[in-house]
């Protein structure tokens, strides 16, 4: 199902088609318009700005309140559940409270502030924060995930370790730092790598947010690739653009691969 | 009701021999036990003649028709597991005719087989109940009862006490062993507890790295084993073991020096064959063939530890050459840990093996 | 355990509850303005309603066609989870137990499945399905979707086999079955829990999916509920209130699913991502 189509976008991201009539053969063209093309750039900048944004921010708030739900018996179960909220919530009931509920300069909660208090601009509308913004978005949607993975993780370091480290007298910080964090690297190594892959294919709140504007500022290889497929109807670029897009995941993904062979031998 | 007969049978997975070329013959109600070591390839071989494997090459016969190539249910076999591998999902009822099940008997015939193999085993108070609310022993009748109701012609047995606590395995053998009786059929039953096999056993096939070390009854492999393995795998506290040389040879004994136990020739009587004089053997002795001596005619020992388990005690001593025995101790004496007593061997139980390892 | 040591406890608490506000501050924000007039909500965004009404509620249903897109979603989430669940599982159950000689290549092709985007295949298949007029067809979709979704879930399940005792298996064919009869009596009854769990996520995926349904799912009939919320919202963007109440539509019956259901959110996401 997946191995056709995809065989297919191979062939056509060498053509030029139009979606209705047959295509046309163009070689390499596609490649060399793309990168002519300063918007494919900028959609590549923005991506790996996206990327690092997000294996940092994300990781680094996750990490640490996963590790403070530790001793939280009791409410361990609640807290789950709160920050799991976000992510389970369908992109465009989140979009749609952010956008318009929220950074809306005349009716959303931005407007009035900026109204009573301190006058702010639309983050959304502004070529140097709209990134930034639809990306905090994005961290407060995703987060949550980031942070269950790492707590059920450091849930699983073996106990005789902290204990033996207890009792040598390591105090909570160098328990964390020596026994815990090491223990995860795994799983750590293992999100780096499922957080790369999804920037480079994030799509939803971008396009719903801002559709790749204002000025190309949020645009990602992933609405540009939409953009050029579904608007102007060049679809053989699409396809080649959706190429670069799984190259960066393959590269990822082959490189956790290969770090890990051992462990993937059957 | 069978007779089972292999012939030249073989296994290898990839470039590894773990059978090598062998040879079985089992009578109709036969009890047979495999046993040996870890890796020894006595389950590989049971799960061939059940069929789970296959077979490199070599013929399996069930009375007498050609099994090789045909799978367990053509072949009328029953297993009995180490894990029980009863249907967690299904009652009692339901795991005992889930084979007659497949085979397409309609339920009213299939609730009378079953009912008759719960009453043979007792287990109709828990026809209705779920394999976690009950027992190891009685998850394990249950195992049994799989395999009765199927009235197979050969069963099979996979370790199948391994699991259960020392006196629930004592009770559940003595079960197998009436199981034996009662139904008169042909068992096949592997185990590396030396003491289920001599208990259980009709005949015994010591296996070791897919090669049959011996094939005999429990007392057979005893007092008469074929070499050094099988004499120092059967029989609980092990053999002792020195290494000798011979001195002299005459009509019905043999002389041998041991250099760990003293100065001095030792007869050996149980030589089948005549060695020639200065060979290397190594010696085989069993604890209870080990009795207190006076100092003339016995060798010096220290006592090192005593085991006492109540009618015998296990007196593990030290000579001043150096050679460590086990020796069995019937009559209650305090065997003071330190002091030195004289030990002599019955030269009637004296084995000889070759270097090589078979019995000379 | 290990206990809390001697150092306050305060930090943690100010973290932890700043954290939590602003998980929910948004959604608290979207809950009070739903029963608002859109004229009260630019006055004060903040404030608390003056009165609980449905009146937003109701346009918002309307407006979005909801009875419509609430039968769709349905349609599409239960065929997606029903085709993902059976394939998923015919799928793992060869891999769980034979020693699969293309084990590497198997693993990279489902390492690919992940890693590439979506937009590889959507063009021509989207262009593909025209074709075949199947454009707006929910179970069209749904293949699509289960499609995308089988990779994951078949590793999920194939984890979840594997903790079933090969033994059963053994004992089973001894019994006469073959083995599709040892997959139906004996496999898939005790995968049952692994199998809810790849459902409750699929299902999640499922109703939340944006890309592939706004492609496929064209046409006012064909709308789920989530692309009937999108197409309101360009339209109506006016007035928050209906927004509001149209986002707490949508937001509602998972929030409800997945308290009752945490348990096996939080397994499915985290088993494989976890090296135990």
Known sequence: MIFVPALMTLVLAFTAW?????????????????????????????????????LTVPMAIALVVASLLLTRRRSQAVYQSIFLLPYILSPIANASIWSNMIFDQRSGVLGYFSRHLLAMHDPLGHVSTALYTVASVDIWHFWGYLAIVFFAAMRQVPSEQLEAAYLEGASGWQIFRHITLPNIVPTIALMFVIVTIFSFLTFDYVYLMTAGGPAHSTELLSTLAYGLAFRSFEVGKATAVALF?????????YSYVWMNRESLRQ | MATLVLQKVEKHF??????????????HGEFIVFVGPSGCGKSTLLRMIAGLEPVSSGEIRIDGNDVTNLPPVDRNVAMVFQNYALYPHMTVEENIGFGLRIAGIPKAQRREKVMEAARILKLEPYLTRKPKALSGGQRQRVAIGRAIVKKPKLFLFDEPLSNLDAELRFQ????????????????????????E???????IVVLRSGCIEQIGTPMDLYADPANVFVAGFVGSPKMNFFDARISAVSEDSVSVKIPTIGPGDYECRTLRSRPAVGTEVTLGIRSEHIGESSPERGFPATIGIVERLGSVSYAYV???????????????????IGSVMHFRMMPEHIFAFAKTGERL | MIRSYQRSQLPDRLLLGLVVLVSLAPLLLMLVNAFKQHADIVENPLSLPHSLTMTNFKAAWIGGHFTVGLLNSVLLTGTTVLVTVALGS???????????????????????????????????????????SLIGNVFATALIIAAVNLPLSVMLLRTYILTIPPE?????????????????YVIFPLMKPGCVTVAVIVALNTWNEFLITSTFQQGDAGFTMTLGYHAMAGAMSADLGIMMAGACIIIVPIIVLFLFLQRLFVDGMTSGAVKG
């Open chain 2, 172 to 195: 559940t053998r003595l079960e197998i062993a009436k199981l034996h009786q009662d139904l008169d059929a042909t068992m096949i039953y592997v185990t590396h507890d030396q003491v």
């Open chain 3, 168 to 184: 059963l298996d053994d004992a089973a064919f001894i019994d006469g079955a073959s083995p599709w009869q040892i997959f139906c």
């Open chain 1, 18 to 54: 139009d979606g209705v009539s047959k295509p046309v053969w163009l070689g390499l063209d596609n490649f060399r318009d793309l990168l002519n093309d300063v918007i494919f750039w900028r959609a590549i900048f923005n991506n790996v700005k996206w990327t690092l944004i997000f």
């Open chain 2, 14 to 27: 990839d470039s590894v021999q773990i059978i090598q070329s062998l040879d079985l013959s089992v009578e």
């Open chain 1, 245 to 253: 897009m799984s190259l960066f995941g393959l590269v990822a993904a």
């Open chain 2, 318 to 336: 030290e000579t001043e050459h150096g050679a460590r025995l086990t020796i069995e101790r019937r009559v209650q004496r305090d065997d003071h």
């Open chain 2, 197 to 203: 096999a001599m208990t259980l056993a009709d005949r």
């Open chain 3, 90 to 132: 015919l799928a793992a159950f060869p891999l769980a137990r034979h020693r699969i000689r293309l084990w590497k290549l198997v693993t990279l092709y489902f390492l690919c499945s992940v890693t590439v985007p979506i937009q590889l295949f959507l063009f021509p298949l989207y262009f593909f399905y025209a074709r075949l």
